[in-house]
């Protein structure tokens, strides 16, 4: 197969190859497969795109609705950091720390750990 393309396109194209580091055949042919792959991907609809705006609002107000009420909310302490991330809690020995966050303000910051990265 052969195709005369303008000479802005073909300039072009040994730049494009060679960032990706193959030969412009090559280049072009990846081209062409991606096309070939999105040309004939199925869609990939979501309800919102299905559904008028007033219809999806409708629906989510009814899934929201449909939670029970009575469901007990976590507390504060078991939303932490420390209780989601236990394992990244290190002893802080007091002293000054640059690179702890507790210290990160003044070195007279009270701490009771840090966390290590």
Request: one cysteine or more; glycine letters at 4%; proline letters at 9%.
């Amino acid at each position: 197969m052969s195709m005369t393309l303008s000479p802005q396109l073909e300039a072009r194209i040994p730049r494009h190859s060679a960032r990706a580091g193959l030969s412009s055949q090559a280049w072009l042919q990846q081209q062409v497969f991606r096309q070939e792959l999105e040309d004939y991907a199925p869609p990939t609809a979501s309800l919102q795109d299905e559904l008028t705006p007033e219809e999806w609002v409708r629906q989510f107000h009814a899934w929201a609705e449909g939670h029970s009420r009575t469901t007990p909310l976590l507390s504060d302490e078991a939303i932490s950091r420390e209780n989601i991330y236990p394992d990244r809690l290190v002893a802080c020995t007091g002293r000054y720390q640059p690179n702890c966050p507790h210290h990160a303000t003044s070195p007279s910051a009270s701490s009771h750990g840090r966390w290590r990265d």
